[in-house]
């Protein structure tokens, strides 16, 4: 089976930097996600990670490293809108199939 | 349609009755996932559908629960005999051949009462 694990939990303040962690353990492990959750809202894609390293795109960073089945997300020049769930999610490979597993998600809140 | 749709996006339902939810995925896109969120948890997978594969079930959890997919688009996901364990809200997400980048549609809030 999988299973990810995240914080439950961070604050931080504006124009800061935060970083959220995600160990993950699974078979067929094809690469890791992250997605953002607004409070009422959808879950709507950040960042995708399939080889180990940094991918940037804009104020958010991801990295992983395959060898250590760990990742993060790195947010910076913390804004009031980034207060928000941050989910890491494992594409993993059975049989026929490649199928999306979520962690259970880390609330990130920013505080002026 | 220009995203995931979902209908309905909200259903009260009495314990014992049956539903039926509901999903459009972006055209096209050969993947289509169901997954479950009860307040303020993670998205616990359901089911995954991709093209013309036999779907990947493994996460649903009772009999009670079912989906197809008809024609390799729109899906529905049946919850036979509802409990009150079954509220929450149910989402669907799409995506297209080779990419990881999942769309999620806004979800169905089902409460059972």
């Known amino acids: 089976g999988q299973s990810l694990e995240q914080p439950s939990e961070v604050t931080a303040v504006e124009g800061a930097i935060v970083q959220i962690n995600c160990t993950y353990q699974?078979?067929?492990?094809?690469?890791l996600s992250w997605y953002q959750q607004h409070d009422g809202g959808a879950p709507t894609f950040l960042s995708y990670n399939a080889l180990d390293g940094l991918e940037e795109t804009g104020r958010f960073s991801s990295f992983l490293s395959r060898s250590d089945s760990y990742g993060y997300l790195l947010l910076q020049e913390l804004q009031m809108k980034d207060s928000a769930s941050y989910f890491c999610a494992v594409s993993s490979v059975g049989g026929a199939t490649n199928k999306l597993i979520f962690g259970t998600g880390t609330l990130l809140a920013v505080q002026p | 349609g220009a995203g995931v749709s979902q209908s309905p996006s909200n259903k009260v339902t009495e314990k014992g009755k049956d539903v039926e939810l509901r999903c459009d995925p972006i055209s096209g896109h050969t993947a289509l996932y169901w997954y479950r969120q009860s307040l303020g948890q993670g998205l616990e997978f359901l089911i995954y559908?991709?093209?013309?594969?036999?779907?990947?079930k493994s996460g649903l959890p009772s009999d009670r629960f079912s989906a197809e997919r008809t024609g390799g688009s729109v899906s529905t996901l049946t919850i036979q005999r509802t409990q009150q364990e079954d509220s929450a809200v149910y989402l669907c997400a799409s995506s297209s051949t080779g990419s990881e980048k999942a769309f999620f549609g806004q979800g169905t809030r089902l409460t059972v009462v």
């Open positions: 559908f991709q093209g013309n594969s036999a779907p990947d």
């Open positions: 699974t078979s067929g492990f094809y690469g």
